[in-house]
Nanobody, 128 residues
Framework: QVQLVESGGGLVQAGGSLRLSCLAS????????MGWFRQAPGKEREFVGA????????SYTDSVKGRFTISRDNAKNTVYLQMNSLKPEDTAVYYC?????????????????????WGQGTQVTVSP
């Protein structure tokens, strides 16, 4: 069993920054890919970015490229989402997720079905 707990959300003005953290508990963390998704009110949950098990590969949705950075610290069982130059349209609940079905390999990181455990989410609100 794996538990994912996000933290670091909050209210920030447009142009500001936040760093989200996701702490994983349970069994092995380091061999699995991780992802971040978000869901705005009235919208479907969407892919934000992902990081490979080793941390050497990352991918992002176009709207956050150049502004968001995903990293991980396997020794701390933690993955991070650094968000800079935030915009009001980034307002959403942000979810951390892990793909524990693939050991040291990668599925289609943009699909929700790739992942099997999810955190409860953390709210990010960006004011104009």
């Amino acid at each position: 069993q794996v538990q994912l707990v996000e933290s670091g959300g909050g209210l920030v003005q447009a142009g500001g920054s936040l760093r989200l953290s996701c702490l994983a508990s349970g069994r092995i963390f380091s061999g699995y890919g991780m992802g971040w998704f978000r869901q705005a009110p009235g919208k479907e949950r969407e892919f934000v970015g992902a990081i490979s098990w080793s941390g050497t590969k990352t991918s992002y949705t176009d709207s956050v490229k150049g502004r968001f950075t995903i990293s991980r610290d396997n020794a701390k069982n933690t993955v991070y989402l650094q968000m800079n130059s935030l915009k009001p349209e980034d307002t959403a609940v942000y979810y951390c997720t892990i793909d524990r079905t693939r050991w040291r390999t990668t599925g289609d990181v943009r699909l929700m079905d790739t992942y099997d455990y999810w955190g409860q989410g953390t709210q990010v609100t960006v004011s104009p």
